[in-house]
């Protein structure tokens, strides 16, 4: 299966490369509100994950993707298919994680980590707090085992927030919906038990951690101890509730990247 084919890549725009990656449970469409607006200025790369939206399903491979790094494989990938210039690497929740992996493997193909309510580790450690004790991880987990559709309705409307925009949490809602169920429940898994704080000092790309201020799934602290901890990185917290401000908070997100875009 080709990269681009099994990615379902699709590229607008020219200029220098910038590449979009979603986050659990989402597709490529959930940049519509950001891609059009760099594509003028940018070569926007867009990918659907393996396991997620129009990707190639048969290429998924439980082995190759039970961790990030599997996935951070698959952008390397594409960037080697479509550039051979540094990209801008612009990813939402655990694929904040995934663009940080490709970087540290393949340092050359990017130029910049833009970082969307990133988690390095979702999980309370010590004085470290990810927003979620063990038990919580293990319970979200059963449920997504045991009812998948139950969970996605329920979890959805939590993931987005946005209360004011409720037609948000329904997308949300559908596109978990549409995901293979094993697949998902395998992503889960490799995404809330991750813990990738040890590689965050070794990130060498400037990087902006973009954050709503109100966020259950990747709480301000975390948002903090990632400015802390990565060297060149740039905190901006988006008055926002929810953890996708590229869709419920769009104009104040463009605004924020495009300013740490000038700065580089």
Not at 44 to 58: K, T
Not at 111 to 120: D, E, N, R, T
Not at 212 to 227: K, N, T
């Amino acid at each position: 299966m080709p990269v681009l084919a099994r990615n379902n890549v699709h590229v607008v725009g020219d200029g220098p490369p910038m590449v979009f990656v979603h986050g659990f449970g989402c597709d490529q469409n959930m940049w519509r509100l950001l891609a059009p607006h760099f594509s003028e200025h940018y070569r926007c790369i867009l990918l659907d994950l393996v396991g997620s939206g129009q990707s190639d399903l048969a290429a998924y491979d439980p082995v190759k993707y039970a961790t990030l790094h599997g996935y951070a494989a698959d952008l390397c990938e594409v960037l080697a298919e479509v550039t051979t210039a540094p990209a801008v690497c612009v990813g939402h929740s655990v694929s904040a994680m995934i663009g940080m992996l490709a970087n540290l493997q393949n340092p050359d193909q990017f130029l910049a980590q833009v970082m969307v309510g990133p988690s390095p580790c979702y999980v309370n450690d010590g004085d470290y707090v990810g927003g979620f004790t063990r038990a919580d991880i293990d319970s979200l987990l059963e449920t997504l085992e045991s009812n998948f559709l139950g969970w996605s309705s329920n979890m959805a409307p939590v993931i987005m927030g946005a209360p004011e925009q409720p037609e948000l949490a329904v997308e949300l809602t559908n596109s978990f919906c549409r995901t293979d169920p094993e697949i998902a429940k395998q992503f889960a898994r490799a995404t809330f038990l991750s813990d990738h704080r040890a590689e965050l000092p070794r990130l060498q790309a400037p990087t902006l951690v973009l954050q709503c201020s109100d966020d259950l799934i990747a709480p301000r602290c975390v948002g903090e101890y990632l400015q802390r901890t990565i060297p060149n990185c740039t905190l901006h917290v988006i008055e926002n509730v929810g953890h996708c401000p590229h869709l419920s908070a769009p104009s104040a997100s463009t605004e924020a990247i495009e300013q740490f875009l000038r700065g580089l």
